[in-house]
């Protein structure tokens, strides 16, 4: 407690391979903001590998998968689902981890902006949008964006960071895009990082072959030899409008003097992958914030993947547990479902350093889904 209560009382501190017992946060490595004005973003997309069969179960079908990011950001933002009658679960009914999300929001009354960078169904409600926001395609085609167009997200959201993060403390930044995982191993092996295998899934039973088969045909197509030296001609082949959307928007942050948590699972790690090869320094302002489905996921692997990338960056995991909820739709996540987005875990990470229980916070979560299950959708 008297270590949380340190935390508390700065903006930034320092805790290196620490877990504080008792309490709803492991600090696996680095540095985490706790104070000062923060910003919260949703970063959404789609890419068409997530129709793939077998890919992503971020939907309760391959094609609604391209329906999850609109609906996310809808009932983070409202509580319910705008674009179509239909939550966001998975195959088997397990909830969006917009659940999460939207909890963590409410309790910590944080300013919320959606950034659209290609998403196939644009949401109903307020969202900014990047001019070059494209849909992405499958990466097995070996041409995921037209020629050029990374580049110029990269740059869009670069401004936009600059732009909206002068004055603040901290930016947030979560994401939604199901397939995004096995386009951003696509990317970090393309730029000669070893990610094969150790990238997430939503799924209790990662397709890691699956994931490899379609991504090497992508290079095959793409005549792809890694390591590819032009991040933007790499991600223009085989990766996807978020992930360099992303990156250029944390680049600008940096720019403006803020700090930037990235809110996310293996995905975040082709982010920095991508500010690493573009020589964006992110040692001491940058870190991942996850969950503890993420961080002890024996089929993934973010902490080596962090440290092969960017071992000056820290991670940290919400220690929430949900094993002991009523729901049989929450307890999944214990068994590996889901595990992690739209900035679960960098909401929940928060919480827990500002103070909340665990016990408030499960007993939110359970509400929140009592309401959920109790919507009238037609």
Same mark, same amino acid.
């Given at each position: 407690?008297?270590?949380?209560?340190?935390? !508390?009382?700065?903006?930034?501190?320092?805790?290196?391979?620490?877990?504080?017992?008792?309490?709803?946060?492991?600090?696996?490595?680095?540095?985490?903001?706790?104070?000062?004005?923060?910003?919260?973003?949703?970063?959404?997309?789609?890419?068409?590998?997530?129709?793939?069969?077998?890919?992503?179960?971020?939907?309760?079908?391959?094609?609604?998968?391209?329906?999850?990011?609109?609906?996310?950001?809808?009932?983070?933002?409202?509580?319910?689902?705008?674009?179509?009658?239909?939550?966001?679960?998975?195959?088997?009914?397990?909830?969006?981890?917009?659940?999460?999300?939207?909890?963590?929001?409410?309790?910590?009354?944080?300013?919320?902006?959606?950034?659209?960078?290609? $998403?196939?169904?644009?949401?109903?409600?307020?969202?900014?949008?990047?001019?070059?926001?494209?849909?992405?395609?499958?990466?097995?085609?070996?041409?995921?964006?037209?020629?050029?167009?990374?580049?110029?997200?990269?740059?869009?959201?670069?401004?936009?960071? !600059?732009?909206?993060?002068?004055?603040?403390?901290?930016?947030?930044?979560?994401?939604?895009?199901?397939?995004?995982?096995?386009?951003?191993?696509?990317?970090?092996?393309?730029?000669?990082?070893?990610?094969?295998?150790?990238?997430?899934?939503?799924?209790?039973?990662?397709?890691?072959?699956?994931?490899?088969?379609?991504?090497?045909?992508?290079?095959?197509?793409?005549?792809?030899?890694?390591?590819?030296?032009?991040?933007?001609?790499?991600?223009?082949?085989?990766?996807?409008?978020?992930?360099?959307?992303?990156?250029?928007?944390?680049?600008?942050?940096?720019?403006?003097?803020?700090?930037?948590?990235?809110?996310?699972?293996?995905?975040?790690?082709?982010?920095?992958?991508?500010?690493?090869?573009?020589?964006?320094?992110?040692?001491?302002?940058?870190?991942?914030?996850?969950?503890?489905?993420?961080?002890?996921?024996?089929?993934?692997?973010?902490?080596?993947?962090?440290?092969?990338?960017?071992?000056?960056?820290?991670?940290?995991?919400?220690?929430?547990?949900?094993?002991?909820?009523?729901?049989?739709?929450?307890?999944?996540?214990?068994?590996?479902?889901?595990?992690?987005?739209?900035?679960?875990?960098?909401?929940?990470?928060?919480?827990?350093?500002?103070?909340?229980?665990?016990?408030?916070?499960?007993? $939110?979560?359970?509400?929140?889904?009592?309401?959920?299950?109790?919507?009238?959708?037609?």
């Amino acid at each position: 407690m008297k270590l949380l209560m340190k935390l !508390l009382g700065r903006r930034w501190k320092e805790i290196r391979t620490v877990i504080i017992m008792g309490e709803n946060v492991g600090v696996y490595g680095g540095v985490f903001g706790v104070g000062g004005s923060s910003l919260f973003l949703v970063f959404i997309a789609s890419t068409a590998t997530s129709t793939v069969p077998g890919i992503s179960v971020a939907g309760s079908t391959p094609e609604f998968t391209l329906y999850t990011p609109a609906l996310d950001v809808e009932y983070l933002l409202v509580g319910r689902p705008l674009s179509s009658n239909r939550i966001p679960v998975t195959p088997g009914g397990v909830p969006t981890p917009a659940l999460l999300s939207r909890v963590a929001l409410n309790l910590l009354g944080l300013p919320a902006l959606i950034v659209d960078a290609g $998403s196939y169904v644009k949401p109903m409600v307020p969202y900014v949008s990047l001019p070059s926001a494209t849909t992405g395609g499958v990466i097995s085609g070996g041409r995921a964006l037209p020629e050029g167009r990374s580049r110029r997200l990269f740059e869009e959201s670069r401004l936009l960071g !600059l732009t909206l993060s002068r004055g603040l403390n901290t930016v947030i930044i979560g994401e939604s895009m199901p397939g995004g995982t096995t386009t951003a191993m696509a990317l970090m092996e393309a730029l000669g990082y070893n990610a094969r295998g150790r990238v997430s899934s939503a799924n209790p039973v990662n397709p890691r072959e699956l994931k490899v088969r379609v991504v090497e045909e992508g290079f095959r197509r793409a005549g792809l030899k890694p390591p590819v030296d032009d991040v933007f001609k790499a991600n223009d082949a085989v990766g996807d409008p978020l992930h360099i959307s992303i990156a250029g928007f944390t680049a600008g942050a940096l720019e403006a003097g803020s700090r930037v948590i990235l809110a996310g699972g293996t995905q975040m790690c082709s982010v920095l992958a991508v500010l690493k090869k573009l020589n964006v320094d992110v040692g001491g302002r940058v870190m991942v914030a996850t969950t503890r489905w993420i961080a002890e996921d024996n089929q993934s692997d973010i902490m080596g993947l962090l440290g092969d990338i960017a071992p000056e960056v820290g991670l940290v995991a919400a220690m929430l547990s949900l094993r002991g909820s009523r729901y049989g739709g929450l307890r999944a996540y214990e068994e590996g479902y889901v595990k992690e987005g739209v900035g679960a875990g960098g909401l929940l990470t928060l919480l827990a350093l500002r103070g909340y229980p665990e016990g408030l916070v499960l007993e $939110s979560i359970e509400a929140e889904y009592e309401r959920l299950l109790s919507l009238e959708l037609s």
